[in-house]
């Protein structure tokens, strides 16, 4: 099977760099195109739980700064891919439930593959906060390239 449409879900963290960077040569290997995406929480994970300590403009400031983050994330990963001449594009939604967003995505989009960082969280600590990973890996209906 040759895969055609990758999607490459993105954080910006050192080892989901290193996955957009895969991703492009694998691409540039299938003649394949990408779509870049991001899911970006209605609230900085940073934030939970600091409630009504927070006034408006300072929340306003923090989801600006967070959209911008977001914004240089994806243009990364484009730049990456323009680079090696693959045609790729962006897309990022609000989501609590990023596993959910990526898997609605694929589908939406038509993606037949999803390549994505791990970032390896094991014992306690994966068991607590889990995997968006593991969550896509589960509910995914076409396959997924895990980077390690």
Excluded: W
Excluded at 11 to 21: E, N, P, Y
């Amino acid at each position: 099977m040759s895969y055609r449409h990758l999607l490459v879900p993105s954080d910006g963290s050192d080892l989901s760099i290193r996955a957009v960077r895969h991703a492009v040569e694998l691409a540039a290997a299938l003649g394949a195109r990408i779509t870049f995406f991001h899911a970006q929480a209605s609230v900085p994970v940073q934030l939970v739980g600091l409630g009504e300590m927070l006034d408006a403009v300072t929340m306003e400031a923090l989801m600006s700064a967070s959209h911008k983050d977001v914004e240089r994330i994806l243009e990364d990963a484009l730049a990456v891919a323009r680079e090696a001449g693959i045609n790729a594009d962006a897309e990022r939604v609000m989501s609590d439930l990023p596993h959910q967003a990526i898997v609605e995505a694929a589908n939406r989009l038509g993606c037949d593959l999803i390549l994505m960082a791990s970032h390896g969280r094991r014992g306690l600590v994966g068991l607590l906060i889990g995997s968006e990973t593991q969550r896509v890996l589960v509910q995914s209906r076409c396959p997924v390239l895990v980077y390690r």
